[in-house]
């Protein structure tokens, strides 16, 4: 079965540059949601997409930005990045009409230098 | 104090044996409760989740929910050592919302 894909899965980045991470969900999955895990962390939510409309929001600094579009992926957008940024961000999916389980995509590794 | 707590162990037990995994959360007229193994620098992968007071069982993994109580439990018949992860318990308040997360509780498996 097809599952939540998400690219790139290592990024390397210096302080104050500007990252990208891009999301793809399980085919027709409607709902798309952006976690952080910190080194020895429990993930943490940032924002969360129904239907391309925000639908919540997280401990996600101003810095991030985030979009779903009319495809239904999404991109986390991450500006002046700082060394506390380094973490894994996971993309999630869900048919929220459905059921609420949440699947998870391979994470990306963010690294900042 | 965190919404959704765990112990954080390790929780070692000898390969065969049933391994009980517990959490306990605050209650907000929670909704869905969640299990994902975490294997080391990979993502959380969803074992199963409940929603209703009782047992709930699918294979070698039986998830237990009592309101009441607020725990939610996962045991894992017939451990094996592959079993051997990071066991996050997650909460789900409104359906179709964020999951909030345990510190997850790490399970080694001993052959």
């Known amino acids: 079965a097809a599952g939540v894909i998400q690219s790139p899965r290592h990024l390397i980045k210096e302080k104050r540059e500007t990252a990208t991470l891009k999301c793809y969900p399980i085919p027709r999955h409607d709902t798309v949601y952006w976690y952080q895990q910190g080194p020895g962390q429990d993930p943490q939510f940032l924002i969360s997409f129904y239907e391309k409309m925000q639908s919540d929001k997280g401990s996600i600094p101003d810095r991030f930005s985030a979009q779903q579009f009319s495809d239904y992926h999404s991109e986390l957008n991450m500006s002046s990045l700082e060394l506390g940024d380094s973490a894994l961000y996971f993309c999630a999916s869900s048919l929220e009409a459905v059921s609420p389980e949440q699947y998870f995509g391979p994470g990306t590794r963010l690294t900042v230098t | 104090q965190k919404e959704v707590e765990q112990n954080s162990g390790p929780l070692s037990v000898p390969e065969g044996a049933i391994a009980s995994l517990n959490c306990t959360y605050s209650?907000?007229?929670?909704?869905?409760f969640f299990w994902y193994r975490q294997y080391s620098g990979k993502s959380p992968e969803l074992i199963m989740f409940?929603?209703?007071?009782g047992d709930k069982e699918d294979g070698r993994f039986t998830a237990q929910l009592n309101k009441a109580s607020q725990y939610v439990s996962l045991l894992i018949r017939d451990s094996q050592p592959s079993d051997s992860a990071t066991y996050l318990c997650a909460v789900n308040w409104e359906y179709g919302n964020k999951l909030v997360f345990g510190a997850g509780t790490i399970l080694r498996v001993k052959s």
């Open positions: 409940i929603y209703s007071n």
């Open positions: 209650d907000r007229g929670s909704q869905s």
